[in-house]
């Protein structure tokens, strides 16, 4: 296994490539291949795509995100301007079923509630607000709707699976009980462990995942 000084430079390696993301005021910690991000960004958006950088490296098992968003003064609005953003941005996203949503700002911090069929529709609507103007963070709280049966579920998420060139499917076990999936088993790097979670997400009735896949190197 990589040694955490290692994947310590190697992280921060990343974060000054990283498009959109200011490395100068972000702090690197590594402990057994989880790493966490400490610091302040100036957007919520930054504060995501650091995360993603992190998560891109081989050895990283976990990111622990403790950045925290530290509005420019020229950044702030109302929160009355920021739902009103939020709105504009979900009806404008062809992925999202707005209609089903609402939106609630905190002192710029949002929450999204209503009920949605596919998980991508839930992902896609913070998404749609991530990066918009005086954002300090997001709650996604949509929930799914489960109408597949639990065969049904297992068999779509093994075939998802099977027809992945990035997933050895021989070695990930798949449970299903009224749409909640836990994945279970071995995984090559944290990039294959996020695709089999994106995959058994995709799957229709699916409303929560547990990724245990572990990953040896």
């Known amino acids: 296994m990589e040694s955490d000084l290692q994947l310590k430079k190697d992280v921060a390696s990343e974060l000054e490539r990283a498009p959109g993301v200011n490395a100068a005021h972000i702090g690197v910690g590594a402990t057994s291949g989880v790493v966490t991000l400490m610091g302040h960004v100036s957007t919520y958006g930054e504060k995501h795509a650091a995360e993603s ?11 622990a995100n403790e950045l925290e968003v530290k509005l420019p003064s020229e950044m702030h609005l109302p929160d009355e301007e920021i739902a009103a953003n939020c709105l504009t941005a979900l009806r404008e996203h062809v992925a999202v079923p707005y209609q089903k949503l609402r939106v609630l700002v905190n002192k710029g911090w949002v929450t999204l509630e209503g009920v949605v069929e596919w998980e991508f529709q839930k992902s896609s609507a913070a998404d749609a607000i991530k990066y918009l103007r005086a954002v300090r963070g997001i709650s996604n709280n949509i929930d799914l709707i489960a109408r597949s049966t639990a065969n049904d579920i297992k068999l779509a998420i093994e075939a998802a699976f099977k027809g992945s060139a990035e997933i050895d499917s021989d070695k990930i076990q798949v449970e299903v009980c009224d749409g909640h999936i836990h994945l279970r088993g071995s995984v090559r790097s944290s990039a294959e462990k996020n695709e089999a979670q994106r995959a058994a997400w995709s799957t229709t009735g699916v409303t929560a995942v547990v990724n245990d896949l572990v990953i040896t190197v």
């Open 53 to 63: 950088a992190a998560k891109r490296l081989a050895g990283v098992r976990a990111v």
